[in-house]
């Protein structure tokens, strides 16, 4: 079945450090793919999204390219703020709209 | 447009309990789905309405249990609480197309004791 893998936290970083989180899935066809993000004590939020190989969503100084060949979503911030601090989750879609969640990865980033 | 509408916020409910959440979708959203989520598990997928049919349902204990209304409304059930039911329960709407985006509500925060 379709899974989601990504790297385990928590993440700590300085204000204005580069942000990679990894993120790989196991689907077959053409999934669409996401990065969501949960503020404390907030219901989650959608960051991104990508619906097809090579594919580049970004938002908010966040981005994420579709590589179907490794079949990655890796999230990237050039430089993080304080306020970016929260947990990302990254999920995939497939043409059933079976949605799958990967654990989530907690991001602290200290001033 | 008004997001996805999840009520009550908070509650607390002893074990033995049932509680019933209730969730609002987005206006013109025709799917709606439900999580738990937990420090320990995570995020965990409990079933999926459209069009007032359960389409899908994950691994849960038959004490969980949901409806849609005709208005695309849900609410889900949990009957004989658990302590380990305590957790934040998530829903989330979509127009179910093709790329499947949700958007999900501030969720229900349930405590059971």
């Known amino acids: 079945g379709n899974s989601v893998t990504q790297m385990e936290g928590p993440v700590t970083l300085s204000e204005e450090a580069f942000l990679t989180i990894n993120c790989t899935y196991t689907?077959?066809?053409?999934?669409?793919l996401f990065w969501y993000v949960q503020y404390p004590g907030e219901g989650l939020q959608l960051l991104l999204k990508?619906?097809?190989?090579?594919d580049k969503g970004s938002n908010k100084g966040f981005e994420a390219t579709y590589r179907k060949e490794t079949t990655s979503f890796h999230l990237e911030k050039g430089s993080v703020q304080v306020s970016d601090s929260a947990v990302y989750f990254c999920a995939l879609s497939d043409l059933n709209n079976d949605m799958r969640f990967g654990a989530g990865t907690r991001l602290t980033v200290k001033p | 447009k008004a997001g996805v509408t999840q009520t009550p916020r908070y509650l607390i409910k002893t074990r033995g309990q049932q509680v019933t959440l209730s969730c609002s979708p987005i206006?013109?959203?025709?799917?709606v789905s439900w999580y738990q989520q937990t420090p320990g598990q995570g995020l965990q997928f409990l079933f999926e309405?459209?069009?007032?049919?359960?389409?899908n349902k994950g691994n849960f204990p038959g004490r969980f249990s949901g409806r849609q209304f005709s208005n695309s409304r849900s609410e889900m059930n949990v009957s004989t609480l658990e302590l380990g039911d305590s957790a934040l329960y998530l829903c989330?709407?979509?127009?179910?197309?093709?790329?499947?985006?949700?958007?999900f509500g501030e969720g229900s925060w349930l405590t059971v004791v």
């Open positions: 206006s013109g959203h025709r799917s």
């Open positions: 990508a619906t097809k190989a090579d």
């Open positions: 689907a077959t066809g053409y999934p669409s």
């Open positions: 309405y459209f069009s007032e049919t359960q389409r």
């Open positions: 989330a709407s979509s127009l179910a197309d093709e790329g499947n985006t949700i958007y």
